[in-house]
């Protein structure tokens, strides 16, 4: 059914980058957007429905594209230890840290991950998320990592949601494997990623390259594994230490490399020319009290694209909003409103692949956006959490949380 949305401006991000049409309607047919401009020259739609937006601003559906949002338990007494000065890499030194993730995760039934994950999801669906991207790694086998992915497709099959599920298997080493790391990425290449890509769990890999985790040679080894089988790839790099993975990512024309506070400007070159897109985390950098910046001037100039994520985990950034990260972006990072808005709508798209067919307000895309009561885009990253009025459409279908909720 054709719908013209009305009595609204859009910030449309279309072409990649901020723009706006004041006094916009959008078109739309079925799950699709037929038509987005000014009012004035709207198609005539016939009998098809209007809806007044009644002024809102309209910004595409918001996008979290790097999430750890399944996964068993709480890390709260760890925050309080790290209150007290004992590190995050101390933590994960003696057992604690991502291994008590997988302890918890490993325990709980794939029922119990997916009430507890769903409850999350929804909480983002609420604030104007329409696709976001889980990860699993805190499984750390074939089968907990299966369940943990299995979950993910759930989510996107039980709330109005774009999910893509990445396969994080190199994310720590799993007791088992102590000491034995070349092993568990053997058996992580061999096994796992076959098995589960053979089952249609997995759109993207990613790994943790990092001194607490995975080398850039055993990184490397998944990437190739990846590239064999047909799926893209995602990196964590750069997160407490310089060892130059986003390079490496950009080598293997990764979607994207995250975190990135410890980038130089030669792994900003080289994701520029491969189109590998800067995933920054202002959680894990808030929560964790880094203070190494990402080099935000460097991915300006040499034109990396900025995506913003919540990276939601128990660990380094507990962070239930993604609007949140907008206003950390622009308070910690030196990001521009206009510049955040992007990185969670066509960048963020990018990172997952998607930008084709979602991140902006443009004919042919998802009908995925939100219609926001706001009196400029800027509110966007100015409001410190809270609920800002919105209605969210999802498929050119307005969600009614009303429902979901019963
Ligand atoms: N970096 C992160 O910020 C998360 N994973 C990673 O590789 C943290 C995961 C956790 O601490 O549970
Ligand atoms: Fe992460």
Redesign the pocket.
């Known amino acids: 059914m054709k719908k013209l949305w009305h009595g609204c401006h859009a910030a449309t991000m279309a072409g990649g980058k901020y723009s706006v049409v004041e006094d916009a309607a959008i078109l739309t047919d079925g799950a699709r957007i037929e038509w987005i401009g000014p009012r004035a020259s709207a198609p005539d739609i016939g009998a098809g429905a209007r809806v007044d937006l009644d002024g809102a601003w309209v910004t595409p559906g918001l996008i979290d594209c790097h999430t ?1 949002l399944v ?1 068993g338990g709480d ?1 709260s007494g760890e925050f309080e230890e790290r209150l007290e000065g004992v590190s ?1 890499a101390e933590i ?1 030194a003696r057992g604690g ?2 291994a008590s ?1 997988v302890r918890a995760t490993r325990e709980a039934s794939e029922d119990a991950l997916f009430e507890a994950a769903k409850a999350r999801a929804l909480g983002l669906v609420r604030e104007g998320v329409t696709a976001l991207e889980v ?1 699993s ?2 499984g750390l086998d074939l089968a907990n990592e299966r369940k943990m992915l299995a979950v993910a497709r759930r989510l996107g099959q039980a709330l109005p949601l774009t999910v893509r599920a990445t396969c ?1 298997a190199a ?2 080493l799993p007791p088992e494997y102590a000491n034995r790391a070349d092993d568990y990425i053997a058996y992580v290449c061999d096994e796992m990623l076959p098995a589960l890509v053979a089952k249609g769990l997995v759109d993207a890999v990613d790994a ?1 390259c ?1 001194h607490i ?1 995975f080398s850039p040679q055993q990184v490397e080894r998944v990437f190739q594994c990846a590239r064999d089988l047909g799926v893209p790839v995602k990196l ?1 790099a750069e ?1 407490l230490s310089s060892l130059q993975g986003a390079s490496l990512a950009a080598r293997y024309r990764a979607l994207s490399a ?2 990135l506070e410890y980038m130089t400007e030669d792994d900003a070159v080289a994701m520029a020319q491969a189109g590998t897109v800067a995933v920054l ?1 202002p959680g ?1 950098f808030y929560m964790l009290r880094e203070t190494q910046l990402p080099p935000v001037d460097a991915l300006r100039r040499h034109g990396v694209p900025i995506a913003l994520a919540s ?1 939601l ?5 507990p962070a239930l909003s993604l609007r949140m990260m907008l206003n950390m972006g622009c308070t910690l990072f030196r990001l521009t409103p206009e510049e955040t808005l992007a990185g969670v709508t066509i960048h963020a798209a990018q990172a997952l692949g998607l930008q084709a067919t979602h991140g902006s307000l443009e004919a042919g895309k998802a009908a995925d956006f939100v219609a926001w009561k706001i009196g400029r885009p800027a509110e966007l990253s100015y409001w410190l959490g809270g609920a800002l009025e919105n209605r969210v459409v999802r498929a050119g279908v307005e969600i009614d949380f009303a429902r979901i909720a019963a």
Do not use: C, V, W
């Open positions: 750890h996964f890390r995050y994960a840290g991502i993730t990860k790694g805190y994080l994310h720590a943790f990092e985790a964590h997160q995250d975190h985390l894990a990276d985990n128990p660990g380094t950034s």
